[in-house]
């Protein structure tokens, strides 16, 4: 079991901006797949980013392409999502998951029944 804890979320107006940071508890970032998702008030979660282990390629959701931007750091064993021009629609719990498998499609990665491993979540909401 992959221990991840999220931090960083809070309120902030329509415009502005938040990072994310979600930590691991081994090496897992620069090796597994590593997405973000969320979930609003009375709706199902959903998937909003990916970065690959190998290569780091990144999936981003429409929504979010644009504004929000996925990173990591290895060392430390930490990703990030940077959020900015943030809009009310945003507001959500922000979970860290982590997928061992292999995709050899992007798409794949939005898929959230192929993540193992899940965070707590951490509360983000824009107010208007």
């Known amino acids: 079991q992959v221990q991840l804890v999220e931090s960083g979320g809070g309120l902030v107006q329509a415009g502005g901006s938040l990072r994310l940071s979600c930590a691991t508890s081994?090496?897992?970032?620069?090796?597994?797949?590593m997405g973000w998702f969320r979930q609003a008030p009375g709706k199902e979660r959903e998937f909003v980013v990916a970065?690959?282990?190998?290569?780091?390629?990144?999936y981003y959701t429409d929504s979010v392409k644009g504004r929000f931007t996925i990173s990591r750091d290895n060392a430390k064993n930490t990703i990030y999502l940077q959020m900015n021009s943030l809009k009310p629609e945003d507001t959500a719990v922000y979970y860290c998951?982590?997928?061992?498998?292999?995709?050899?499609?992007?798409?794949?990665?939005?898929?959230?029944?192929?993540?193992?491993?899940w965070g707590r979540g951490t509360q983000v909401t824009v107010s208007s």
């Open positions: 998951a982590v997928a061992r498998s292999a995709f050899t499609a992007d798409q794949t990665m939005g898929v959230q029944e192929n993540y193992d491993d």
């Open positions: 081994r090496r897992i970032v620069g090796i597994y797949t």
């Open positions: 970065i690959a282990g190998n290569g780091g390629r990144t």
